[in-house]
């Protein structure tokens, strides 16, 4: 069956800090990846997806960004953090209907 | 392009009682609609999806939801809510698998209480 792991669960950072969250799908190949990011009464908003490696489209402009390194890897990064990067930020793998999520990130920028 | 709306950012209701949680979508193309629950500091849960054919979809824990075209409504009821169905529920629409059509888009979610 497929499962998604995503970590760290929880993440303090420094305003400035670099920042990167990996996502990694096991059972499956060349899913479509998402990441969503969670602001509190905002709902889940869709940063990146993705639908095969080295193929990232941006849904927000931002101070994030998305790679593909490989089939089932899925990594957010930003090279400088601000006080608004944080939220819970969540992964995601599309099956042919429905999006399977991971557990999350929660990142605090302070 | 997709867009959803829940009505209503909290809802509360007794233990016994009936849930219903609003869903109103818009959406250029045949739509997928989905129900997600999520508790506290955790992931996202599919509760129940409709893709095509019996507009009223049942899923997990009770819940089940009415596909309206005509009122571009999705709304999920419970005839007895528990306890343990507080929680966040959230609203999302695709189009088919294919292309940024696929992309879910998510309703800000509805935060249901239930009181003892």
């Known amino acids: 069956s497929q499962t998604i792991h995503q970590w760290p669960a929880t993440l303090v950072q420094p305003v400035g800090s670099p920042l990167s969250l990996e996502c990694t799908v096991e059972g499956t190949s060349n899913p479509n990846l998402y990441w969503y990011r969670q602001a509190a009464g905002r709902g889940l908003q869709l940063l990146f997806y993705s639908v095969g490696i080295g193929q990232i489209s941006s849904e927000v402009p931002q101070n994030l960004s998305a790679s593909r390194p490989q089939d089932r890897q899925f990594i957010l990064s930003s090279k400088k953090l601000l006080l608004s990067d944080s939220g819970f930020y969540l992964c995601?793998?599309?099956?042919?209907?429905?999006?399977?999520f991971g557990s999350g990130t929660r990142l605090t920028v302070v | 392009a997709q867009s959803v709306t829940q009505l209503g950012s909290h809802v509360s209701v007794s233990e016994g009682a009936l849930v219903l949680l609003r869903c109103n979508y818009s959406?250029?193309?045949?739509?997928?609609l989905f129900w997600y629950v999520q508790y506290p500091n955790q992931g996202l849960q599919l509760l129940l999806k409709y893709t095509t054919g019996a507009t009223l979809v049942k899923g997990i824990n009770g819940f089940e939801a009415e596909f309206k075209k005509s009122e571009t409504s999705f709304h999920l009821t419970k005839p007895s809510a528990h306890m343990s169905d507080a929680a966040e529920y959230f609203c999302a629409v695709s189009g088919t698998y294919g292309g940024s059509q696929g992309n879910l888009i998510f309703g800000k979610g509805t935060k249901l209480s239930v009181k003892p």
């Open positions: 995601a793998w599309r099956g042919r209907v429905f999006c399977t």
């Open positions: 959406s250029s193309v045949p739509p997928y």
